[in-house]
């Protein structure tokens, strides 16, 4: 069987040491991958000059540029329309500040060439040094609760109906995208994976995990700086997720409503009350 293809999509946005070191380990993986999508999302800054001259030496490098932030499913989708087209089998999703170990890419391909071609995604494991109770594959959604647990493992993420793998680290069929189409940009952030995930599967592909596809992340440095931003998009997000999704969207969006504006009380954080109100 011949060797896959492999392009990978990584997104920058005002963080060019991040997404160089991010290329950095692309470029250690001992399977290498055939080509590298970085795509600039509207930094507005130094970013895509800082990446031109680091990157130069690399042929595999592909710099692409926004000229607005799309959002990290926009970003991605820049860089996805090339790679499904450039005759990769296969699209590895790497955030710009997860770093993979060595044989990550490896362990990827094993576990989609051991579905064959009903693979449609395969997640990494996911480990986070500021909190590793958080290691995890994925989430799974509570169709009532509208809350989510973490997926552990392959029994997690087939045990529920609303069940996803990261966009942090995500290898992706390029026939997959083909069928499913790339991410719904009405997801300016967050949700967007879980969304694809949905529709991959209604496709008729299968999602696995590869434990052994090990990357370090560090959950929501993106947004860190815009906690009251970073609820919004959860909640507008979650909410789109739920009218293309949920057997029964509107009283999920009842009570999706309710319980982030109780939770903001109950936080005592009235700026983030006040937001949701008016959202």
Not at 70 to 97: K, M, P, Q, Y
Not at 204 to 220: D, S, Y
């Amino acid at each position: 069987m011949p060797e896959a293809s492999v392009s990978v999509v990584i997104v920058n946005w005002r963080a060019p040491a991040e997404t160089l070191a991010a290329v950095g380990s692309l470029q250690a993986q001992t399977l290498a991958p055939r080509r590298i999508y970085v795509v600039d999302n509207g930094s507005g800054d130094d970013s895509m000059e800082r990446m031109q001259a680091a990157l130069s030496g690399d042929a595999r490098v592909v710099l692409l540029a926004n000229e607005q932030n799309l959002g990290f499913g926009g970003g991605c989708n820049r860089a996805l329309r090339e790679a499904v087209g450039d005759g990769s089998d296969f699209i590895w999703l790497l955030n710009n500040d997860a770093r993979p170990d060595t044989d990550c890419l490896a362990a990827l391909i094993a576990r989609a060439d051991k579905d064959g071609a009903a693979s449609g995604m395969v997640g990494s494991w996911m480990t986070d040094p500021d909190h590793p109770e958080h290691d995890h594959s994925g989430s799974w959604m509570r169709p009532w609760l509208m809350s989510c647990g973490t997926v552990f493992g392959p029994a997690d993420l087939a045990a529920h109906r609303y069940s996803w793998v990261t966009a942090a680290s995500v290898l992706i069929r390029a026939d997959a995208l083909r069928r499913a189409g790339l991410f719904d940009e009405d997801f300016f952030m967050y949700w967007e994976d879980a969304d694809l995930a949905m529709r991959i599967r209604a496709a008729g592909f299968e999602i696995a995990i590869a434990p052994e596809a090990r990357v370090v992340h560090r959950a929501g440095t993106s947004s860190a700086d815009i906690p009251v931003q970073r609820y919004l998009w959860h909640y507008r997000s979650q909410g789109l997720w739920l009218r293309k999704h949920h057997s029964h969207p509107a009283i999920a969006l009842m009570l999706l409503r309710l319980k982030f504006l109780g939770k903001a009380l109950i936080d005592r954080d009235f700026a983030r009350y006040r937001a949701l109100k008016a959202a």
